[in-house]
C-alpha cells in the first residue's frame, strides 16, 4: 500500500511516500480503506521527534492521527462496525498511521461518519474535535451561563471549540486575527480580540474557562482574566506529571515535567484557580455524539486547505507555519 512515513526523526525531508505492508486487523480492531486524514500540530512534533520523552515509536512509522475513511474488515470481536461502513476515527496514540491507503483502528476509537460530510470533511474533525470536546466538557465542565476565551478561535481546535461553547450556552471569547474576526462570529464568539491590535486582559475578565492553544506568554497573561476557582485548560508547552502518571510513564519524568511546569503550577496556587494540561484521548463513543450533532446542523468543520498524499511534506509544513484558518486535510483516495 502507498504510505507517507519516516525510517528516523527529523525535518521535512525525512518525509518519505512509498510502498509498505499492509496492516491487519487484531481483535478488536477494524481495517479501514482511508479517503482522507487530516494534518495536525503533533505529526510534524512526533516526525521532529520532539514527543520521544513520552511517546516512542518503531521505523519505518506511518504519520498521521486521524482519518475517514471506509471499513474493508473488521477482526475478532469487533462487532459494532462492518465492512462497508463509512466511518471516522482519532488512532491511539501508541499506534498511529492515517498517511496511507490503509489504516488500523480499534472499534472502540472509531464512529460512523456524519452523512451530511465529504471524507474530506470528516477528516477534519477526530482529532480537533475530541480535543475541544474534551478541553472544555471533560476537564472544563462549562455550561450555561458561564464564560469561557478560547484562544486561536481560528485555528483546526479553536474553531470546533467556538461552536461547541455556543452550544453549551456560555458567553464565547476569542483571539483572533482581524482577518478572521468574522468567521470567528460566525462560528459562536460573542466577544472578539483582534490579538495583534488589543490585550486579551484588557477586553475579558471574571472567566470561568480559560482555553490555551499558545502556551509562553499567552498562558500567563491568562490567569489574569480567571475569576476564583477558576480553570484554564492548555494543549500547549509541556505536559505535566498527571499525565505521565496516566500513562504509565517513569515517575521521575512526571517529577521533572512538573519541575518544568513550576512557575505555572504556581501561578495557578498564588491566584485560586485550577491548571489543567490536555493530551486529548480517543473515543468513539464522544466523537459518535460529536458526529450526530454534526448531522443535527449543530456544527461544521472548517477547511484551510486540502493536499494529495503526494505532497503530505507540504502539508505537514503549511500546518508548522502556524497560518491555517482551520484545518488542513490529505486527500489519500482521490475522486
Not at 490503509?102 to 461518519?113: I, N, T, Y
Not at 451530511?116 to 466538557?137: D, K, R
Not at 474557562?209 to 500547549?236: E, H, M, N, P, Y
Not at 518544568?260 to 489543567?276: I, K, P
Amino acid at each position: 500500500m502507498k504510505a507517507a512515513f519516516i525510517r528516523r526523526h527529523g525535518g521535512r525531508d525525512v518525509v518519505e511516500l512509498g510502498e509498505l505492508a499492509e496492516p491487519r486487523a487484531g481483535p478488536g480492531e477494524l481495517l479501514v480503506e482511508v479517503h482522507a486524514a487530516s494534518v495536525n500540530p503533533v505529526d510534524y512534533k512526533i516526525r521532529d521527534g520532539m514527543l520521544k520523552p513520552i511517546l516512542s515509536f518503531g521505523f519505518p512509522l506511518i504519520l498521521g492521527n486521524d482519518f475517514s475513511g471506509v471499513v474493508r474488515a473488521a477482526g475478532p470481536g469487533a462487532t459494532r462496525l462492518r465492512p462497508g461502513d463509512a466511518v471516522f476515527a482519532r488512532m491511539d496514540k501508541k499506534r498511529i498511521g492515517a498517511f496511507a491507503e490503509l489504516a488500523v483502528v480499534a472499534e472502540a476509537d472509531a464512529a460512523p461518519k456524519p452523512a451530511n460530510l465529504s471524507h474530506v470533511e470528516a477528516a477534519a474533525v477526530p482529532l480537533a474535535g475530541l480535543t475541544a470536546w474534551q478541553a472544555l466538557f471533560e476537564i472544563g465542565g462549562l455550561g450555561v451561563g458561564q464564560k469561557v476565551l478560547i484562544h486561536a478561535g481560528s485555528g483546526g481546535v479553536g474553531s470546533f471549540a467556538l461552536q461547541f461553547a455556543r452550544h453549551a450556552g456560555a458567553t464565547v471569547a476569542t483571539t483572533v486575527g482581524a482577518r478572521n474576526a468574522e468567521l470567528a462570529r460566525s462560528l459562536g464568539a460573542d466577544i472578539v480580540i483582534d490579538y495583534k491590535a488589543q490585550r486579551f486582559e484588557d477586553v475579558v475578565g471574571e472567566c470561568d474557562l480559560v482555553f490555551d492553544t499558545q502556551a509562553g506568554d499567552v498562558r500567563r497573561r491568562s490567569f489574569a482574566v480567571l475569576k476564583r476557582g477558576g480553570t484554564l485548560v492548555s494543549i500547549a508547552g509541556k505536559p505535566d506529571s498527571r499525565l505521565a502518571r496516566e500513562w504509565g510513564l517513569n515517575p521521575l519524568l512526571g517529577l521533572l515535567l512538573d519541575l518544568l511546569n513550576f512557575q505555572t503550577l504556581r501561578q495557578a496556587r498564588r491566584q485560586g484557580v485550577r491548571y489543567e494540561y490536555l493530551f486529548m484521548h480517543p473515543s468513539g463513543a464522544q466523537l459518535e455524539e460529536i458526529g450526530r450533532l454534526i448531522e443535527a446542523g449543530k456544527f461544521r468543520p472548517v477547511i484551510d486547505r486540502v493536499f494529495p498524499l503526494e505532497q503530505v511534506r507540504e502539508a505537514l509544513s503549511h500546518v508548522e507555519a502556524g497560518h491555517a484558518t482551520g484545518k488542513v486535510v490529505v486527500a489519500v483516495k482521490l475522486g
